[in-house]
């Protein structure tokens, strides 16, 4: 891949984050799954959402006080204020809205030789 061209829409990325949550969340799947570094993670873009989303999703069951899928469904569109890995979500669900994402946080990248993406400049 080094040698081709390609580059790809992605909304998340490891490579050049030096922040507290990412290394604090890189330091505990090194424990848990012994991670040791980034570049061992096969999809960082998989690893980031999945890991926002349980927490997201821990919330909500802890609000609905249920593990019933209507009582989590509406939960969800009662969570506040997750900081997560991706990024931070003051109302990442409502009832107008299921998707906690926005288009300003996808970002056009590129492959690096480890398998990585890295955030192509603006």
């Known amino acids: ?25 890189l330091a505990r799947a090194g424990k848990l799954f012994g ?3 980034s570049s061992d993670l096969p999809s ?17 069951i802890a609000l609905a006080r249920s593990a019933e899928r209507p009582a ?11 900081e997560g890995l991706t990024g931070n979500y003051p109302e990442p669900f ?3 809205r299921h998707e906690a994402m926005s288009p300003s946080q996808a970002f056009i990248g590129q492959f690096l030789p480890s398998g ?3 955030r192509l400049s603006r």
């Open 116 to 118: 990585e993406i890295e």
């Open 72 to 82: 989590i469904r509406d939960a969800l569109e009662q969570v506040r204020s997750y």
């Open 94 to 96: 409502n009832s107008k």
């Open 1 to 25: 891949l080094g040698r081709v061209d390609f580059s790809v829409v992605q909304t998340f990325t490891f490579v050049g984050r030096d922040d507290v949550k990412a290394r604090s969340v």
């Open 44 to 60: 960082h873009v998989g690893f980031a959402h999945a890991y926002d989303l349980t927490h997201i999703l821990a919330r909500a």
């Open 35 to 37: 991670i040791k570094s």
